[in-house]
Structures are given as C-alpha cells and as structure tokens.
C-alpha cells in the first residue's frame, strides 16, 4: 500500500542566489519519499510533493546550509511577512551605518587629501581599518556567514563572491597599513572604501528589491483580504457572530445588506443580488433566491438572506482559489528551469574566471601587479552575482499569475503559463462551452386555429415533472409567460420519439416526426418549418391534439454572451478554432455557422474526444481543449494545454490545466494576452540578466585595459550588481498594470 502523498509549503531562509535555488532543490529532492520540489527564490519558499515528513525536509534544506520552517496556517504566512518586513528595515540601517564610513572615505579622497600610509597617516588607515572591520561585520555579517555555510556543505553562491570580494580588498589593504613594504612603492594603495560601498551598495539594493519584491504578491493578499473575519449564525434560535474559523458545516447563517459571504453554502430563505466579480471577474451582481449557491468572499448587495454552509475552511472555494494561485506562482515553467540550471554552475564558474584573471594580470600586467590583480579580481567577483539570473522568471510568473486571478482565470502552473500563448489550434467543446448547456425555447409555428400561448400551455401541461432537459425547457417557457398549466391523465412515455397525455379529454401527443408518423397525424406544410428550424440548430417537437397536428415548437441551446466575441479575438489572434460536439452534424453545424467555427467534429462518443484531440496533435497543431464536463476531462488532460470553465464540473477543473471562474469564453484570449505579456517579461528579465553578466564580467576581468586603458572599479561594480535585480523586479512589475482590455482588443 503506498504511502499517503501530502504538500508541504517552507519559507526557506538565507538563499542569497539563484545558485542556492539549486542547492535547496536537491537538498529537498534526496529525501526519500518527494516527488517533487521546487523552491522560489523570489518568494523564498519552496513546495514539496510525497510522502515524507516536513521534519525531515527542515532538516534536509538545514544540513545544506540554509534554514527552513512549515507555512501550515495565515498566521505562518503573516509571522513570514512580518520577518521579512523586519529583515527589510535592517538592511536600511545596515546601509546607513555602512554610508557613515563610506561617505567621508569618498570625500577625502575626491578632495586629494587622502594621508599618507607613512608616518602619523599610518595611524589613520589603522584606524580606518578596524571601522571598517566593524562595518562589515555589523552590515556585511550575512555574507560572510553564508559564504561559510556555503563552503561546508560543498556549495558556492552569491555569499561566497561578495565574502571573497570584499573580504580580501579589507586583507589586502590591512596588509598594506601594517607591513608597507610589502610590494612595491606604487602598489600601496588601500581599498577600505570600496569593501565598505560594495558592502553598502549591496544591502541597500536588497532592501529595494525587497520593496519591490512585495508588490508582487499584492493579488495574493487581495484575495486573502477578500475573506471575512467572522459570520453571523444562528443557534439554538439566537443570531450570534463567530469567528470564521468556528464556523461548522450545514450552519445556519445570516447575511445582510453590504456584508462579506463568510462560507461557501447554499440560500435557504431571502433574496438578494450578490457581487460575485472577485470569482468571475464580471462586475454584473448575480440574482440569489432558494437553492442558489453562494461563494465564500463575494459582497452582498441589496437583500437579506439564510443560507446553509456547505463549505467552510480549507475546502471553500476562496481558499481553494488561493491555494491553486499560491502553487502556480512557486512553479517554473520550461524557461524557468532552463535558467535555474545555468545558475546552478555560475558561481564555480566566476570563481575559475576571478582565478584566470588574477593569473593573467600576475603574469602578464603592468605595475604595479598586485594592485591589478586586486582590483580586477575584486570587481570580477563583485559583478558577477546571478541575483537578476535567479529572480527573472519566478518574480514574473508571480505577477501573471496573480494578474490572471483577478481576470477570474486561475492557471495551474507555470509550464501552462507559457504553453498557453503558444497554442495554435483552440478546440471548444459545444454544449455548455460555446452554449449554455441548458435547452430553451427558441421558435413556435402554431398551425391554423392555435395561438403559441395555448401550445405552450399544452406542451408544458404534459411535461411538467419530467426530468428531461427539453421537458424542462419548455416548462420554463410557460413558467416566464406566466401560463397557468393544467393536470394530465393517463401519461406515457415513448421512448426515442416522445409523449402522450390526455388534458381536458383530448388525446395530446408530444414528440419527433417519428412519432407523427406513427400516429396517422396529418402534418400538413409543417415539415418544412421543421426543417428551417433544424438548419438553426433548434429540436424540433411536434404536437398534435386528436391526431390533428397543433403545431412546432423548436428548442434549441442558446449560445452563450461572448462565445461569438471570443471566437472573433482567437481568429485575429491567429487561431484556428474547432468545435467538438456529440450532437448531429446537421445540429452542430448550425451552431459553428453561427459562431464562426472554422471546422467541425460532430457525432463523437465521450470517451473518443481525446482521440480526436490526439488526431490534431499529431499533424502539427498545438491544441488548447475548452470544456465543462465529465466527458470532457480526458481530451482537457490529453491537450496541450486544458481549459475547463469553472462552471462546469469539479472534474473537469481538476483535469484542466488553466480553469476559467466565468462561463466565458473571453476568459480563453485574456489567458492567452497574460501568458504572452508574462513570458515576453520573462525574456526580458534573462536578457538583461544575461547581458549584464556576459559583459559585465569580461570588462570587470579588464579586457578593456589594453585598448582604452580602462579598468572598472569595484564600486561600480558593487552599485551595478545591486540595481541589476531591482531593475529585474521592477520590469516584472510592469505585469501588474495589464488590463483585460489589451486582451480583448
């Protein structure tokens, strides 16, 4: 018997680089019992599939030189938050106090009147130096902590460049200030400022990507504002207010004018609109009377109402929403894992690369060596931190994640995040996907001496009670106009050609042509209205009174608002678009004509929807299936990309890949617009990031020297590596001001 599988969520703690995304991955991976791991740098989490026991993962992610805790509730999510908030205050302070040294450094210097190391002056740089000693182990301790960690577990990151860096600029000119004559006379230069700026540069662009780092995850925390703090039950008959969390199922609970739905759960008494767009992203309020379900989260507007819970906790459709939005911004699609893998080897390879640049500059520089060999050595460690290599995907993938939660599209990971704007052929399931799945009256043609009204009344008379979706539709009908219906006797169904009934004495026959025919009905010209009704896609049900034909009356499933519009976008998107229904060509047909279906695929059996699918794949096509139903489930998990429409069955959510809160297919484009926005942020970011250490490395290394006689300085160098991650972050950002708009052209 297998082991039961669990999720478990870490906040993972000093990860300083997009090499420990690596580390903390394996480390969490050798476990026995995980299935998957995969860790956040930009969120600093990680989240793990399988068996084992979220002891045994802390103390994996420990042994590799970094610490872990569970995020099992809010409240560990919010200490996390509040640690991070923290943590971003003292970075600022440790910047200041690093500016306190570094700034009057800078102004003796600009000013030339830097002491000499020789006589009294030696007594100043001794004093500079234990300052700056101070200065970096009160703002720089974390460094050199990690580089520790780092070095005995085998490993090297970001810690271990900027503790080499700075670490042997301070030793170098320690050196220097003790024992002058160690190299020659113009070699004797110090570097206390640059260690010190390096040192301040770094913490203080860390506290800004902090900064920015938190606003992308503001969608998360709209939807965890969304949910209310207590309700109003009623018990042993008495209304009194609770905290959320005590709210049991099957509750009795009131809910008033302007308040927050507590739970999900079912109306019972009252009537009332409810303001359901944080789910669908529609802001039109939905009517709620008896038997209506309502969400957890969503505003009531007008009226006062009971309902059941039928939800609560973990398992309302709020928290679900979080949970699954949560999940897909910790994932990484292709892109994601791509970049990952080169960091995982960047620090050791900068490491060869600081090595081969002292080498060359020992044996091949001009004097004073030591001091070019420094310096160079120094900038190459300094700059070539992979920080905005590590936060270029996972801090864009969290935007547009998030960003499509308040579209109402919930995507389940990161790989459908980027499969989805490459999508080439969109299938759309018919009923209940491109309609709305529920039969309505559509046309009577009454023959000569009967009105519609007193059609609809027969039709309805003898179907009322009957569970059949035409049944119902044409009860519904007479329901709206208000027609009162009379009783039946001596009811028979006929299965495959329709019913019988007497009302008032009269023999009334309800059903297809078949049945007609079997009757001796004489149908005069009617077939031929049936037939125009068949090329709109309506049923066709006929009635007859006495053998005497009374008329039609066609039925058909209404295409949904949006399906024509949506269809519209994916054709000037460059879509092909298929219909896939079990319905009649000829029904189908109808429907596609309406639309604007470019192909057809009627008359398939449930269980061969996948082929079908599976056909389009196979000559080329990167297929998006669009469902809603049970049947739909194997053709939405064989597609590339599967998109159930959260309407429909928890089933189909569960088999899809992107679900879609509204019953629109507008959903489809907007998932599509986010999914090319997200991934054109995301090249963005690794080209960047790329660029900035492809050249910042060799002119670092000084292949400048030879031609121009330029060499960087370490401080530059310092300042350009802590803006090359804010600048990653804030591009990511630019995600959160997508409008549903530029989707929908």
Known sequence: MSATLSHHRLSISGMSCAGCVATVEDALKSVPGVQQATVNFAEHTADVEGSAASEQLIKAVTNAGYEAAELRTEADQQTKEAIESSHYKQLLIKTLVAAILAVPLVGISVLGAMPSLEGPGRLFWAAVSGLS???????????????????????????????????????????????PDLVPPLARHVYFEAAVIIIGLI???????????????????????????SARVIRNGKEQDIAIDEVGLDETIRVRPGEKIPVDGIVIEGHSTVDEAML???????????????????????????YQAKRVGKDTTLANIIEMVRRAQNSKPAIGRLADRIAAVFVPTVLIIAVITSLTWYNFGPDPKASFVLVSTVTVLIIACPCALGLATPISIMVGVGKAAEFGVLIRNGDALQRVGQLTTIVLDKTGTITQGQPAVGTIVPAKGWSEDQLLQLAASVEVGSEHPLAEALVNAAHEQKITLKPHHEFESIAGHGVTAKIDGQHIALGNAKLMNDLNVLMFDLPEYADDLAQQGQTTVYIAVNTKIAGIIGVADPIKDGSIQAIERMHRAGLKVVMISGDSRSAAQAVANKVGIDEVIAEVLPQDKASK?????????????VGDGINDAPALAQADVGIAIGTGTDVAIEAGDITLMRGSLLGVMDAIAISKATVRNIKQNLFGAFVYNSLGIPIAAGVLYPLFGVLLNPVVAGAAMAMSSVTVVSNANRLRLFSSDSSRG
């Open 203 to 229: 913490n203080f662009g860390s506290a800004l990507e902090m900064r920015a780092r938190g606003k992308t995850s503001e969608a998360i925390k709209r939807l965890i504002g969304l949910q209310p703090k």
């Open 613 to 625: 699918v599976s056909a389009l794949q196979r000559r080329g096509d990167v297929v998006g299936m």
């Open 280 to 306: 669908t992203g529609e802001p039109i309020p939905v009517e709620k009377t008896p038997g209506s379900e309502v969400v957890g989260g969503t505003i009531n507007k007008s009226g006062s109402f009971l």
């Open 133 to 179: 000693l101070l200065v970096l182990v009160f703002s720089g301790q974390q460094f050199f902590v990690g580089a520790w960690k780092a070095f005995r577990a085998h490993n090297a990151n970001m810690d271990t460049l900027i503790a080499l860096g700075t670490g042997t600029a301070w030793l170098y000119s320690t050196a220097i200030v003790i024992y």
